[in-house]
């Protein structure tokens, strides 16, 4: 079951987005876990398979932004959670922008993700309330933060 939250973790952090201003739009928001709620547009055919079987299951992908800095993913169940593994660093940029950085290798393309062979990414990131949508190449993914 670890695959499915590892594929959309790729989708998640795989984009580059730009976005303007001076501060981040994204402080004392962002930190704590979001539950993947709706994938982007354009994901591949096999992550959105993935997303259907674990809903199927009654289990969910999740991200946690910590304040440390990290992200990490997981999966969860009725009220629990379980973390996975390490998506990398995640920076808050200007405006809606968040860059991740440390990506793991087997996050990277030839590894089975998204990312080519860089280890960063910039994510598009917009916090309204307990909603997020983070926003890459691949469309816009929902997310919804778990309380």
Excluded: H
Aim: net charge positive.
């Amino acid at each position: 079951m670890a695959l499915a939250p590892r594929r959309l973790a790729f989708l998640a952090l795989a984009g580059l987005a730009l976005a303007a201003g001076c501060s981040s739009n994204n402080k004392g928001k962002i930190e704590g876990k979001w539950k993947v709620v709706a994938l982007p547009e354009k994901a591949e055919a096999k992550a959105k398979e993935d997303f259907e079987q674990m809903a199927k299951l009654g289990t969910f992908a999740y991200f946690e932004f910590k304040a440390d800095g990290d992200v990490a993913f997981g999966s969860g169940k009725a009220g629990e959670t379980q973390e996975l593994g390490s998506v990398g660093k995640y920076k808050l940029g200007s405006g809606d922008t968040v860059d991740i950085s440390a990506v793991p290798k087997e996050m990277q393309k030839g590894g089975g993700g998204l990312f080519g062979q860089k280890d960063q990414a910039r994510i598009n990131v917009k916090i309204t309330g307990d909603d997020m949508d983070l926003t890459q190449e691949q469309g816009t993914m929902k997310l919804k933060r778990i309380k």
